[in-house]
T-cell receptor
Framework: NAGVTQTPKFRILKIGQSMTLQCTQD?????MYWYRQDPGMGLKLIYY???????DKGEVPNGYNVSRSTTEDFPLRLELAAPSQTSVYFC????????????FGPGTRLTVL | DQQVKQNSPSLSVQEGRISILNCDYT??????FLWYKKYPAEGPTFLIS?????DKNEDGRFTVFLNKSAKHLSLHIVPSQPGDSAVYFC????????????FGKGTSLLVTP
């Protein structure tokens, strides 16, 4: 099992550009999450999904969109990149919601200039 | 509003000694707590968890203690090894927080030979 994979590993965007961060898991987990980690801070939840076709906002959803068309994939879309979105983005998955560990991908480091 | 607090940004311990990492939380609805370990340029990896019905959970060299009345938990690593050098995140979840893990800012542990 590859676990949770994320692409790309690094990306530099100009202000106003758009991009999609890819996330795939091969553990057949129903729950998937997107977090961001700013320097010196803990991870904050952006969006999560409890199954294909179902998504919901987390703590910091503004400026992002998600979709979940399959169990395996949970892409995160940035439509108009802003410097405030410079961060490291982590995708995670878990077999259930609460009371379960979440498995994290290696992260995508995004810089918006 | 930081609901999970790790007040020590860093900790240095000699190899073979005990490492104690502390975490405080403010939300009394949290009932499941986790510790994650993170190496640079990697995603967090799950270490150990504890539910609120217990006050101690042990896994090899790692033990987590929970004091619900003080809203405090701690991670003990005995004996500490140089490979334990990493950033440790405390996280909490509960029914009222939905499926989100609320993370502390992390404590950077350095184990010196």
């Amino acid at each position: 099992n590859a676990g949770v994979t994320q692409t790309p590993k690094f990306r530099i965007l100009k202000i106003g550009q758009s991009m999609t961060l890819q996330c795939t898991q091969d553990m057949n987990h129903n729950y998937m999450y997107w977090y961001r980690q700013d320097p010196g801070m803990g991870l904050k939840l952006i969006y999560y999904s409890v199954g294909a076709g179902i998504t919901d906002k987390g703590e910091v959803p503004n400026g992002y969109n998600v979709s979940r068309s399959t169990t395996e994939d949970f892409p995160l879309r940035l439509e108009l990149a802003a410097p405030s979105q410079t961060s490291v983005y982590f995708c995670a998955s878990s077999p259930q919601g609460s009371y379960n560990e979440q498995f994290f991908g290696p992260g995508t480091r995004l810089t918006v200039l | 509003d930081q609901q999970v607090k790790q007040n020590s940004p860093s900790l240095s311990v000699q190899e073979g000694r005990i490492s104690i990492l502390n975490c405080d939380y403010t939300n009394s609805m949290f009932d499941y707590f986790l510790w994650y370990k993170k190496y640079p340029a990697e995603g967090p990896t799950f270490l150990i968890s504890i539910s609120s019905i217990k006050d101690k959970n042990e896994d090899g060299r790692f033990t987590v203690f929970l004091n619900k009345s003080a809203k405090h938990l701690s991670l003990h690593i005995v004996p500490s090894q140089p490979g334990d050098s990493a950033v440790y995140f405390c996280a909490a979840s509960g029914r009222n927080s939905g499926y989100a893990l609320n993370f502390g800012k992390g404590t950077s542990l350095l184990v010196t030979p």
